[in-house]
């Protein structure tokens, strides 16, 4: 890991930082956007800026060879202060909705960073614990942000949760300065996603990960997107009672995902637990479709459920990839990044699509039985234990 414990421990606390600066917004975008849009194009934006996310990611490359990844994470961090200064103050839905666009773009470009980051300083004997406690300090952000927007939206003012974000982002630039101004850069892959894939393609075990992160990245697609629109518009749940749902249920996370980690490394191999992971998440999934409750216990319980299986997915395909790989291999991890947006795009294609022959309350019933298909490839991985 990092050369001691002190530094190591510190950049876990960044990670939580840093995560706790995406986590109050993310799931109130898709509410924010419908100010300006109908719910329709909501999904259109969330295509487009999936879009622009995946070329992105894909020319970062140069910059990254010329730059290094300290100076590139930084310039994206610059980016999404301007880009908040700009949705902050404004009341027209243009220069809103392209500072959305822009903010979820840098959002992913920065995880890639984090990405290189850690594996520069992982060691295969430790990913699953590594990666685990990793996920847990991202996890603990998403359970924490939510719930601060529960208080922070009591009067529905979506402006104070970006304030509130914009505020987090000085001592995150502070830190990273701290943290990663020495950096190492490893030469980095020239990005050939299409080869890239037909080389992941013929090993079945590379392959068998990263489709089982695509169908977890497209349940998340749908639930960021569509969950929050039906609570409030179908379910009647004001936005405070939302993010309050929101933040609970993805407790699982935090409770499972260092442990799960830890006997990946020790014991178990991940196969086993991928595989019930998707279970768990498709039942709990599908039952959204019937539950008609107004109350939030209720609701608690049922998502509570399905983050339960996806917090064994995300790190069981997280640990397996990254004993596979290192820092250099940027073509394996960009190709593993832009799995959330092409999700996105597939998911927000696909649930406008679907809107229009069946009811809003069936989509879920469709994205259980989508979860469910990801067993193919989680029973197709050889365990590395």
């Not at 092409?342 to 998911?347: D, H, K, L, Q």
Request: proline content about 3%.
């Amino acid at each position: 890991m990092f050369e001691n414990k002190k530094t190591t421990w510190l950049f876990y606390a960044f990670i939580f930082l840093f995560t706790l600066h995406i986590t109050p917004a993310i799931y109130i975008n898709s509410n924010f956007l419908a100010q300006y849009l109908p719910i329709q194009y909501v999904s259109v934006i969330y295509s487009i800026a999936s879009i622009m996310t995946v070329l992105i990611i894909l020319s970062l490359r140069p910059q990254l060879k010329r730059f290094g990844n300290y100076k590139v994470f930084l310039t994206c961090l610059v980016i999404e202060v301007l880009a908040l200064f700009l949705l902050i103050l404004t009341n027209s839905a243009v220069p809103a909705i392209i500072s959305f666009v822009i903010l979820f773009v840098m959002h992913s470009a920065l995880f890639l960073n984090l990405d290189i980051f850690l594996e520069k300083h992982t060691t295969n004997d430790q990913t699953g614990k590594i990666r685990g406690w990793y996920l847990t300090a991202i996890n603990i952000a998403f359970i924490i942000g939510p719930f601060l927007s529960s208080i922070i939206l009591s009067n529905d003012d979506f402006k104070q949760v970006y304030i509130f974000i914009l505020i987090l982002l000085f001592p995150i630039i502070f830190m990273a300065s701290e943290l990663f101004s020495k950096f190492e850069d490893a030469p980095y892959d020239k990005v050939r996603i299409i080869t890239a894939f037909s080389r992941i393609r013929k090993n079945i075990d590379v392959y068998s990960t990263v489709m089982s992160d695509f169908v977890l990245k497209f349940f998340y697609g749908w639930m960021i997107i569509y969950l929050p629109l039906y609570l409030y518009d179908y379910m009647k749940f004001s936005l405070s009672e939302i993010t309050l749902i929101l933040s609970i249920s993805l407790v699982p996370f935090v409770l499972i995902q260092g442990t799960a980690g830890k006997y990946a490394d020790l014991k178990y191999g991940e196969k086993e637990m991928l595989t019930i992971g998707f279970i768990v998440m498709a039942i709990f999934t599908s039952l959204i479709s019937f539950l008609d409750s107004s109350n939030i216990s209720v609701w608690i319980a049922v998502l509570f459920m399905t983050r339960v299986g996806a917090s064994m997915v995300e790190i069981m395909t997280e640990t397996h990839l990254f004993k596979r790989i290192d820092s250099g291999d940027l073509n394996i991890m960009s190709l593993f990044r832009i799995s959330r947006p092409v999700a996105y795009i597939f998911g927000t294609v696909s649930g406008t699509l679907f809107l229009t022959i069946i009811n809003f309350n069936m989509l879920f019933l469709v994205l259980g039985g989508i979860v469910l298909y990801g067993i193919r490839y989680s029973l197709a991985i050889t365990d590395t234990k």
